[in-house]
């Protein structure tokens, strides 16, 4: 089992006013060439809208990218037809493929929206764009995993275009919580949205994360109540 420790303070950092960003891998001005992915994880910001801000038309292509909100609400136009408001409990992924222009707003005017946002590259390049976006109930991942982006259809989660696996828990204290690979030879990306545990001997706290691969498997031990999202994604 081999593991890569992120602290949350040593993200990098870019304060624009109507946004303010945390980036775990090197990132529009942010350049760490120990930092750029994953495996095949590529981007994962922590992102925090001002109300009124947001991301004008924009284009993407050839990458999977997953919106999940933590608090507030964003709202998201694309020029597949797709568009949708979002809050905390939901989760939005699109498949750029050969081409996509969208723009993501903050809801309100007046409170700030905060999201996670994640770029897996695909296992097909030049798909047809699309988009979906599902809520999911918080009280299903207590103290287990709540899958919420696979490919596996048994996992009834938002599709992705990748052998990758995107899940939720939140684990009370002192419970003890598995994680098993549904990939073989996949990595996980483990980051604490909220609260503290240990994996493997090392304490993680709130917007820490933990890269572990070589293992089809471990656990998580929670020092206190804590919300965690588990990326599993290949290595190469």
Do not use: C
Not at 97 to 106: K, L, P, Q, T, Y
Not at 176 to 196: D, M
């Amino acid at each position: 089992m081999k593991t890569i420790l992120q602290k949350a303070s040593e993200r990098g950092h870019a304060n624009h006013g109507w946004l303010d960003a945390q980036h775990y891998f090197s990132f529009a001005g942010y350049h760490n060439p120990e930092k750029v992915h994953f495996g095949l994880l590529r981007v994962l910001n922590d992102d925090t809208v001002a109300g009124g801000g947001g991301f004008p038309t924009h284009p993407h292509d050839n990458m999977e990218i997953v919106t999940i909100p933590h608090s507030g609400a964003l709202q998201h136009k694309d020029s597949t037809g797709g568009q949708g408001i979002i809050k905390a409990g939901d989760v939005q992924i699109m498949s750029a493929g050969s081409g996509v222009r969208h723009s993501e707003f903050n809801a309100s005017t007046t409170e700030p929206v905060n999201l996670f946002q994640l770029w897996v590259f695909p296992k097909k390049r030049n798909i047809e764009p699309r988009y979906d976006q599902r809520t999911f109930d918080i009280n299903d991942r207590i103290n287990k995993w709540q899958t919420v982006v696979s490919p596996v259809e048994a996992d009834n989660a938002l599709w992705i275009n990748q052998d990758a696996r995107f899940s939720l828990t939140k684990i009370e204290k002192s419970k003890e919580l598995a994680y098993s690979n549904a990939f073989k030879g996949n990595g996980v990306y483990l980051v604490v949205i909220n609260g503290s545990v240990t994996v493997n001997g090392t304490t993680l706290n709130k917007r820490d994360a933990l890269g572990v691969w070589d293992t089809d498997s471990f656990t998580i031990q929670a020092n206190e109540d804590a919300e965690l999202l588990a990326v599993e994604v290949p290595m190469n």
